[in-house]
């Protein structure tokens, strides 16, 4: 996708508030851009969303994914006296919430700047309170964002306040709006879900309520913390696994082969192969409960917004990986039907190899005499 049309969007979507739980800004973004381009939006009973785009026959269909909400503050009370209590939902150690932070309140009596006042004294790693001085009332309910610039581009970055997983939600986005405007022959489906920051809530709901197709190969699309063997500017990351696991070895080959062929036939496009564990995905979560789930992940500045010297900044994103990761995404969702073809492959390669190399092997095979007594698994020994 062109770069003026991608920061476009993305100066649209990455406006937008987002916490864990309040994900409807977002939401109503998503499902107009979708009908807008005449594709079929469905909403699980969640909240999750999916988007289907179909062209053509005979595509193994894909799945992508993507989370809507980003770390942020609840109010869990009504303010009394200019004050507000507010509960933290997502992943940030209690140093970075410095008293007199402003925090950006989203509520029915609009948007204010409000300060972190206290924190009470409880466990952080239990429950992280933070209590908020506003100017006006909130209610039990609103929520609450960094004050920190929505977005902003400059030739490198996009910056903002929630790339994570906003900009996966973006290339989501984009590789929707290519499939659509060149008319690619593919089957894609988009889940768009909600409360990964507090534990891949949406995830789990979109498998209980069956909005993810069960057989297809899935694909999440997440920010992911830059690390010094993944760094960005790179190109997109395919993903092997997180911090809590590695996923479908079929899928990360898959789209292995995709990004290979894809180096091949355009010079300029660049990408890695890593195990990106500075943090969980939901692709652990698809991948244990039987899904065929591997990742994409691009590299994130500023992980949730912890920037250095314990300070609160923008995340932020390679202008270039985004770019290259929807001209990836859009060739895996061209080439699904490769999807078994890759593994199959591999094995056909072994197996030629050992065929090769068979006679070699035997007939230097040193005489060992077997002994009843050593005949058997070798784990069974001693
Ligand atoms: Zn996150």
Same mark, same amino acid.
């Given at each position: 996708m062109r770069r003026t049309q991608l920061l476009s969007l993305a100066r649209q979507l990455l406006d937008l508030p987002t916490a864990p739980y309040h994900e409807e800004a977002v939401a109503r973004f998503i499902r107009e851009f979708a009908l807008a381009r005449g594709l079929p939006v469905r909403a699980d009973k969640f909240g999750n969303l999916l988007v289907r785009y179909r062209r053509g026959r005979g595509h193994r269909p894909v799945v992508f994914m993507a989370h809507m909400d980003h770390p942020g503050f609840e109010v869990i009370e009504d303010s009394e006296g200019g004050f507000a209590m507010t509960r933290f939902l997502g992943?940030? /150690?209690?140093?970075?919430?410095?008293?007199g932070a402003r925090v950006r309140v989203i509520g029915g009596e609009g948007e204010q700047v409000a300060r972190i006042w206290s924190l009470p004294d409880v466990d952080w790693s239990r429950e992280k309170l933070v209590r908020l001085r506003l100017r006006k009332p909130a209610r039990r309910g609103d929520y609450a964002m960094w004050d920190l610039p929505a977005v902003k581009c400059n030739h490198s970055f996009i910056r903002s306040r929630?790339?994570?997983d906003l900009a996966g939600c973006l290339a989501l986005l984009a590789l929707l709006e290519e499939l659509a405007r060149n008319r690619v022959s593919a089957h894609v489906s988009v889940v768009f879900t909600r409360a990964?920051?507090?534990?891949?809530l949406g995830a789990m709901g979109a498998i209980k309520s069956r909005l993810v197709p069960p057989t297809a190969p899935l694909v999440s699309i997440e920010t992911s913390k830059e690390l010094p063997h993944a760094p960005?500017?790179?190109? /997109?990351i395919i993903r092997v696994g997180d911090r809590a696991t590695t996923f479908d070895a079929r899928v990360t080959m898959f789209l292995e082969d995709v990004a290979a062929r894809l180096a091949k036939a355009d010079r300029r496009f660049r990408y890695q192969r890593r195990l990106m564990d500075g943090g969980a995905c939901e692709s652990a979560v698809l991948y244990h409960n039987g899904f065929r789930a591997g990742a994409v992940c691009i590299a994130l500045g500023n992980y949730h917004n912890q920037a250095a010297g314990g300070r609160i900044r923008e995340e932020y994103v390679d202008i270039g990986d985004l770019q290259q990761t929807v001209q990836f995404l859009v060739e895996v969702a061209r080439r699904s039907n490769d999807f078994e073809r890759v593994p199959r492959l591999l094995k056909q390669r072994l197996d030629l190899i050992f065929e090769r190399g068979r006679r070699q092997l035997l007939s230097t095979a040193p005489a060992v005499r077997v002994h009843a007594s050593a005949v058997g698994p070798v784990w069974a020994a001693g």
């Open positions: 992943n940030v /150690p209690r140093e970075y919430f410095r008293i929630a790339c994570d990964e920051e507090v534990g891949f960005m500017g790179a190109g /997109p």
